[in-house]
């Protein structure tokens, strides 16, 4: 279980509507967000305003009360029914800066509404494709537009407070939320992707950028030549899937979000007696953890 905070990008607010409706109302859409992002302001710095907005929020859903809402906006660790600590809620606003960032109008930020929207399509895709075959989830560039973010930026009279930056650095002694091997396809010998291995590079950085957790990166080999080759071998691969989301997104993989170790041949996952099990044992294992 993982609190939302750890995954605040995976659920962005964003206002849903027919296109031509929005062009022929857009200066009312962009004094709207532009009042929403100067709220927000006031909500990060004034704890009045967020109590307020806690009692609108209570009444607004007809759910618990401001008590309960204000709560779990800052968010709380509790017991689950095996007796376990687990951490529960964690909420945000979004200003004009965090919008800046989740749409990827920062330099050097991911665009994170999309990768969101292409992680989430891709799951309920392969999870239910007969609901998708005759009218696929549309692409992300023909339902996203930015410019009405950009046009309450130009009414706005002053840029409003800076965005929230996530802290990595506290994060590698948490507990453990994700383990996962990759099959990353590099060039044979080398610490380069191929073709298709950056296209996994690309799936990975989604997954990736749209949670606010440390990553440790295990790089691992087949035992087709010494362990000193494989040692050095393992270490570059996992230096490269580092290098390669902090040139793609800078800001969403700062040094300090990642460990780096490589193993050579060690643990292997299958046997180095087949092609297939040298393959298997050809990995990355992306490991997600959290404060």
Same mark, same amino acid.
């Given at each position: 279980?993982?609190?939302?905070?750890?995954?605040?990008?995976?659920?962005?607010?964003?206002?849903?509507? +027919? =296109?031509?409706?929005?062009?022929?109302?857009?200066?009312?859409?962009?004094?709207?967000?532009?009042? $929403?992002?100067?709220?927000?302001?006031?909500?990060?710095?004034?704890? =009045?305003?967020?109590?307020?907005?806690?009692?609108?929020? %209570?009444?607004? &859903?007809?759910?618990?009360?401001?008590?309960?809402?204000?709560?779990? &906006?800052?968010?709380?660790?509790?017991? *689950? %029914?095996?007796?376990?600590?687990?951490?529960?809620?964690?909420? $945000?606003? /979004?200003?004009? %800066? #965090?919008?800046?960032?989740?749409?990827?109008?920062?330099?050097?930020?991911? @665009? /994170?509404?999309?990768? $969101?929207?292409?992680?989430?399509?891709?799951?309920?895709?392969?999870?239910? +494709?007969?609901?998708?075959? @005759?009218?696929?989830?549309? @692409?992300?560039? #023909?339902?996203?537009?930015?410019?009405?973010?950009?046009?309450?930026?130009?009414?706005?009279?002053?840029?409003?407070?800076?965005?929230?930056? +996530?802290?990595?650095?506290?994060?590698?002694?948490? +507990?453990?939320?994700?383990?996962?091997?990759?099959?990353?396809?590099?060039?044979?010998?080398? %610490?380069?992707?191929?073709?298709?291995?950056?296209?996994?590079?690309?799936?990975?950085? @989604?997954?990736?950028?749209?949670?606010?957790?440390?990553?440790?990166?295990?790089?691992?080999?087949? /035992?087709?030549?010494?362990?000193?080759? /494989?040692?050095?071998?393992?270490?570059?691969?996992?230096?490269?899937?580092? #290098?390669?989301?902090?040139?793609?997104?800078?800001?969403?993989?700062?040094?300090?979000?990642?460990?780096?170790?490589?193993?050579?041949?060690?643990?292997?996952?299958?046997?180095? *007696? $087949?092609?297939?099990? =040298?393959?298997?044992?050809?990995?990355?294992?992306?490991?997600?953890?959290?404060?």
């Amino acid at each position: 279980m993982v609190s939302s905070k750890q995954y605040r990008s995976q659920m962005p607010a964003v206002i849903l509507g +027919p =296109k031509n409706f929005f062009e022929r109302n857009r200066p009312e859409f962009e004094g709207l967000l532009a009042a $929403t992002f100067e709220a927000g302001d006031q909500v990060k710095a004034f704890d =009045k305003v967020l109590h307020k907005a806690s009692a609108i929020s %209570a009444k607004l &859903y007809n759910d618990q009360d401001e008590a309960y809402w204000y709560k779990y &906006y800052k968010g709380a660790t509790e017991s *689950d %029914a095996q007796g376990l600590k687990v951490d529960l809620g964690g909420s $945000t606003v /979004n200003n004009l %800066a #965090d919008n800046l960032i989740l749409f990827g109008l920062e330099p050097g930020t991911n @665009d /994170n509404f999309r990768s $969101t929207y292409t992680v989430f399509a891709n799951i309920a895709t392969q999870q239910y +494709p007969a609901l998708f075959k @005759d009218t696929p989830i549309p @692409d992300v560039k #023909d339902i996203e537009d930015k410019s009405f973010i950009t046009g309450a930026q130009a009414r706005m009279s002053s840029g409003g407070a800076e965005g929230e930056a +996530p802290q990595y650095a506290a994060n590698q002694s948490g +507990p453990v939320v994700s383990k996962r091997a990759y099959s990353i396809n590099f060039d044979t010998g080398k %610490a380069t992707f191929t073709t298709e291995g950056t296209r996994t590079m690309q799936e990975l950085k @989604d997954s990736l950028a749209i949670t606010g957790l440390f990553i440790q990166v295990d790089g691992y080999t087949d /035992n087709t030549g010494s362990e000193g080759v /494989n040692q050095a071998l393992s270490d570059a691969r996992a230096g490269a899937v580092k #290098d390669w989301l902090q040139k793609h997104a800078p800001r969403n993989f700062p040094e300090n979000r990642f460990k780096i170790s490589g193993h050579g041949s060690q643990n292997p996952v299958a046997t180095n *007696d $087949t092609l297939a099990g =040298k393959a298997a044992n050809r990995r990355v294992e992306i490991t997600l953890s959290g404060s």
